[in-house]
């Protein structure tokens, strides 16, 4: 089985100030780690994504992510927050093999104060 | 432009009704899901389907049908038997079963 936990439903930050949203995951396997961010009234947009390799994940719009094995974490930062990164993030877990299922976290709300 | 699309915008049902919910996709994906969204729950998994005339429950398929006739379409039936419908709808595709997820811009249902 696996879950998702996302810290805080509800995150608020100064424009220019850094973004940190968190997520931490339980797999029984080696997981696959994605990050979407969804505009109101809208589908999800893939911001990054973790498979193997690298553990630091750059994405779209200044976002990166890295993954910690040891904390079973893949939060989500962008240095400066812009006006337009206001939205609510997913954080997602997936598992190789014929079982494949991908597990959503609640998500973030993410609001961007001028 | 290749994408996913989902028609329509936003649906409403009648008590005792049937609806049917459209997603199509040009991306030559194999595979396809359909996923609700109800506010602080994030998405679940209604059915998944890994290539066609081939689906699979997800978490919470009570009430719900679906086809797979064509690689390009995955209609979601929500039925008389869903007694809690309201929420936005979200189809998904991939080219596999392991790879990324990619999401149209969803179904609002509502209930008259």
């Known amino acids: 089985a696996q879950s998702v936990t996302q810290l805080g439903s509800h995150v608020s930050v100064s424009e220019g100030a850094l973004v940190l949203l968190r997520c931490n995951y339980s797999s029984s396997v080696p997981p696959y780690l994605f990050w979407y961010v969804q505009y109101p009234n809208q589908g999800l947009q893939l911001l990054l994504k973790?498979?193997?390799?690298?553990?630091l994940v750059k994405g779209i719009n200044g976002f990166e992510a890295e993954f910690k094995k040891s904390e079973t974490s893949f939060h989500l930062t962008k240095p400066s927050a812009h006006m337009s990164d206001a939205a609510e993030y997913f954080c997602a877990v997936g598992s190789g093999g014929s079982n494949y299922k991908l597990t959503f976290g609640k998500g973030t709300l993410l609001t961007v104060n001028p | 432009d290749g994408g996913i699309t989902q028609s329509p915008k936003y649906l409403f049902r009648k008590e005792g009704q049937n609806v049917t919910l459209s997603c199509e996709q040009n991306l030559n994906h194999d595979a396809m899901y359909w996923y609700r969204q109800d506010p602080g729950q994030g998405l679940r998994l209604i059915y998944y389907s890994q290539i066609v005339n081939d689906f699979q429950k997800g978490d919470i398929a009570e009430g719900y049908s679906v086809s797979r006739e064509k690689k390009e379409s995955f209609p979601l039936t929500v039925t008389s038997a869903q007694k809690n419908p309201t929420a936005f709808y979200l189809c998904a595709s991939s080219p596999r079963l392991e790879e990324t997820q990619y999401f149209g811009p969803g179904t609002r249902l509502l209930v008259l």
């Open positions: 973790y498979t193997t390799g690298a553990t």
